[in-house]
């Protein structure tokens, strides 16, 4: 190859390789990620709000026992059988159902007497049997109280009560609830100068219905003024707690 082929060979070269950074560079630019705000760009309420409803219990949960004294533990226990039998040969005549009837609680401890700078000393044994009774027909539980009282009972701890079946109460609380969650979200957007657009969400928070108790001091005085023993059930407070997120428009 002559020097001037060598010359040209090498200028077209060159003049590809400049070529081709040009061709690059005139290739479109890839566009700039959205900003991030400009994802969501919604005005929206999040939002809380309860519905509470009122209902007569139906049922209530009683839990008494026996609790006897002895020299020995065999004789405390002993003792503590024969009147628990009693107990629960009452509760069935008055009523009560086997599976309403569960123990709750079943010991044996030993009793002592403290001196002063002195040991211990052991003055016998003490046994207790507890059941937890479910009465359903609320019309039978002054009975069932004083027949297991007339039985031996001679520990009663408070009397709750509850509903069978709290369905309907809970779903009236909740369509209050959504009632009110409504009602606020309204109020909001009016406040602000919008007005609701669609609900988001709405999620619902654990249902409660405190049981109203009978303490133990309560029970004694009631049983004290009156032959029979009166219970009153009163009302449960059936309350359901609801979140919601509201999106607003103009």
């Known amino acids: 190859m002559t020097f001037p082929m060598r010359a040209a060979f090498l200028g ?12 690059l560079a005139q290739s479109p630019a890839p566009s700039p990620a959205p900003a991030a705000d400009s994802l969501f760009r919604a005005t929206t309420l999040n939002l809380a709000a309860y519905g509470e409803t009122k209902v ?95 039985a031996g009972a001679n520990q009663v701890n408070g009397i709750s009560f509850g509903l069978s079946d709290p369905t309907a109460a809970e779903n009236a609380a909740r369509e209050a609830a959504v009632k009110a969650l409504a009602a606020k979200a309204d109020l909001y957007a009016k406040a602000t100068g919008y007005r609701i657009g669609r609900l988001v969400s709405l999620s619902e928070g654990t249902g409660s219905y405190p049981r109203p108790i009978m303490p133990m001091a309560e029970f004694a005085a009631a049983r004290m003024k009156a032959d029979a023993t009166q219970v009153a059930p009163g009302e449960l407070d059936v309350r359901i707690d609801i979140n919601g997120l509201y999106e607003l428009v103009r």
Do not use: C, H
Not at 12 to 23: C, D, E, N, V
């Open 56 to 150: 007569q219990p139906d049922m209530a949960s009683i839990n008494l026992g026996v609790a006897t004294d002895g020299k020995t533990a065999g004789e405390a226990l002993a003792a503590n059988a024969s009147r628990m039998t009693a107990v629960l040969a009452s509760l069935k005549k008055a009523g009560i159902a086997e599976r309403d009837i569960q123990t709750s609680n079943l010991s044996l401890n030993a009793q002592y007497n403290y001196i002063q700078n002195q040991p211990p000393q052991l003055t016998g044994y003490q046994a207790s049997n507890q059941v937890t009774v479910t009465v359903r027909d609320l019309k039978r539980l002054g009975a069932a109280v004083d027949a297991t009282v007339g």
């Open 12 to 23: 077209l070269a060159l003049a590809t390789a400049a070529a081709a950074p040009a061709a």
